[in-house]
């Protein structure tokens, strides 16, 4: 089995900063991508950022220079540090990685979501 869990959100002023991490764990052979979508009330789900597995990064045109996506030596833990947020970018933050399984199984996990709000 595979988890996604995500922690780090909370309520922020506006131009504060928040960190939130996620973590996959489980019988993983191989992870190609990892990343973040969010969703606002009333709104689609949207992409964040994404991090593959040999490093390279992609954003939303919303986050850049704002936003960065990195991950531990292990591969397995991204980060997205958050800077100079504002209120648009109040939503619940998901995570989600694109893995195969050790049983050879390749799809994508996602984790429950945290909550981010920034205040005006």
């Known amino acids: 089995q595979v988890q996604v869990v995500e922690s780090g959100g909370g309520l922020v002023q506006t131009g504060g900063t928040l960190r939130l991490s996620c973590a996959a764990s489980?019988?993983?052979?191989?992870?190609?991508?990892m990343g973040w979508y969010r969703q606002a009330p009333g709104k689609q789900r949207e992409l964040v950022a994404t991090i593959t597995g040999l490093g390279s990064t992609n954003y939303a045109d919303s986050v850049k220079g704002r936003f960065t996506i990195s991950r531990d030596n292990a591969k397995t833990t991204v980060h997205l540090q958050m800077n100079s947020l504002k209120p648009e970018d109040t939503a619940v933050y998901y995570c989600y990685a694109d893995l195969t399984t050790s049983g050879g199984s390749r799809r994508n996990y996602w984790g429950q979501g945290t909550q981010v709000t920034v205040s005006s």
């Open positions: 489980g019988s993983i052979f191989s992870i190609y991508l």
